[in-house]
């Protein structure tokens, strides 16, 4: 009775609801036990599915492919990096610059910016990001072998200009240091005369077509020439800094003893005797422009040519401190035994033997070698043999002061000047003037002739001759 009470008890309605599926029973019993027991299992087995709201992706999935999600944010954001995280984990951090918003936790609580490999070192301001084909680094910004590029690095940007120091700008006021060698020559575009020229200024004057040079606070001509000007001059070779003032080959137009016949200088012409002749030799094919001297047939008769303007002579003043030479190429003819020739710098170049003197003498009578002498007060020496014989043939003889020599001091050499002597004994100073002379010693009576073929005076400084 109790079992058959509780079998009425359990007994299934005629209708069971799971979900939305209702199960008859009716004259399908059978097929409602059967079909009761499998839904019964299903739902006891789904049971606890119903309870779990959360999927462990990392023990339940196998493989993740969000490419068709419709949204995605695969990493925590936020204004503010966490102050703890472990090793691994990413944060997107909202408020910073874009580009540089992911950060990794690469040790226990601290943050990294991904990407940020290149951070600017300290000190690295003005440098320049540069690459070597493998890597990225910050470099410096150089000048180059010539430094004349120089970098200037702003708030804004980054220039590159010539540094006015080492390379000077076109049409700009630079001041050049060093020296600077131009193989083609330099082009000087004509302009008016500066107001306030400086020493050591130059410029090519539009007025007067020709260069002119500013020295010793006087503005003078660098160059000139023609008959009768005073000045010939064109830049010297023969030592730096040497100019030469005065250059004349002695060709003229006729064969009277007049000043402006004998050549491109002023030169001043002085008689003793009678017989004298000076005037251009022009049939010596070799040397067409020679300037002949003849003594005449009187005995101590003689005549000096001295370089100057027609009130006198042309001096040189201090010329004892002053680096200068002389050049002179001459020709005795013929040599006799008898006749004495000078050339040099002399107090009274118009006179044949000056007292105060500084010469190159040849004397047929006493001596077989060119000698150089310096007198002051007519008393002379030392008298310097030269080497080379007085003879007939075409001499060169150099007078000549260098930087470096003791003040008063003077050297001379002849022709292929290989090596120099020294005077310096009896050398006189003040103001000098180039002369050359031939004259007849006392008794002597035949003529003697001293032919010139080229002249030069190189001086350094501003002193004018």
């Not at 599926?21 to 839904?39: E, I, P, V, Y």
């Not at 043999?385 to 260098?402: A, C, I, Q, T, Y």
């Amino acid at each position: 009775m109790a079992l058959q009470a509780q079998t009425r008890a359990l007994q299934v309605p005629r209708a069971v609801e799971f979900g939305q599926m209702t199960l008859f029973d009716g004259k399908q019993g059978n097929l409602f036990k059967r079909s009761a027991a499998l839904w019964l299992s299903l739902l006891l087995y789904c049971l606890p599915s119903f309870t779990q709201t959360r999927v462990d992706l990392r023990s339940q999935a196998k493989t993740i492919d969000f490419s068709q999600s419709i949204f995605t944010k695969p990493v925590k954001t936020g204004t503010a990096l966490p102050a703890v995280c472990e090793v691994g984990e990413l944060f997107f951090r909202t408020n910073s610059t874009p580009g540089k918003n992911l950060y990794s936790c690469t040790a226990t609580n601290i943050w990294t910016l991904i990407g940020d490999s290149l951070s600017i070192p300290p000190g690295a301001n003005g440098q320049f990001l540069s690459t070597d084909g493998q890597s990225l680094t910050w470099r410096s910004f150089a000048g180059g072998v010539s430094g004349a590029l120089q970098s200037t690095s702003g708030a804004a940007d980054f220039t590159v200009d010539i540094d006015t120091a080492v390379l000077p700008r076109k049409a700009m006021a630079e001041t050049i240091g060093g020296l600077w060698n131009f193989d083609r020559g330099i082009i000087l575009n004509p302009r008016s005369a500066p107001s306030d020229p400086v020493n050591g200024q130059i410029w090519y004057d539009a007025s007067l077509q020709r260069f002119r040079c500013h020295e010793n606070g006087v503005t003078v001509d660098c160059t000139g020439g023609g008959s009768g000007a005073l000045m010939s001059s064109s830049l010297s070779t023969v030592d730096p800094g040497m100019r030469t003032e005065w250059v004349d080959e002695f060709c003229g137009s006729g064969e009277a003893p007049s000043r402006e016949d004998i050549g491109a200088l002023p030169w001043a012409i002085a008689f003793t005797g009678n017989g004298l002749r000076v005037g251009n030799k022009k049939g010596d094919l070799r040397h067409p422009c020679i300037v002949v001297v003849e003594t005449g047939t009187e005995s101590g008769g003689g005549s000096v040519m001295s370089l100057g303007e027609a009130a006198g002579s042309a001096s040189l003043s201090g010329w004892d401190q002053t680096d200068f030479e002389l050049n002179l190429v001459f020709q005795l003819d013929p040599v006799t035994s008898n006749h004495t020739f000078r050339f040099g710098l002399a107090d009274d170049p118009l006179r044949t033997q000056p007292a105060n003197r500084l010469t190159v003498r040849a004397n047929g009578g006493e001596n077989a070698q060119f000698t150089f002498e310096a007198c002051t007060e007519g008393v002379c020496a030392p008298e310097v043999e030269s080497g080379v014989p007085v003879d007939g043939n075409w001499h060169r003889v150099k007078l000549f002061r260098r930087s470096g020599d003791a003040p008063g001091t003077v050297r001379f050499c002849m022709d292929a000047c290989l090596e120099s002597k020294e005077l310096t004994e009896r050398v006189p100073s003040g103001e000098m003037a180039v002369f050359t002379s031939i004259f007849n010693n006392s008794g002597e009576s035949a003529s003697a002739r001293l032919a010139l073929d080229w002249f030069s005076a190189s001086r350094k400084g501003a002193l004018r001759w």
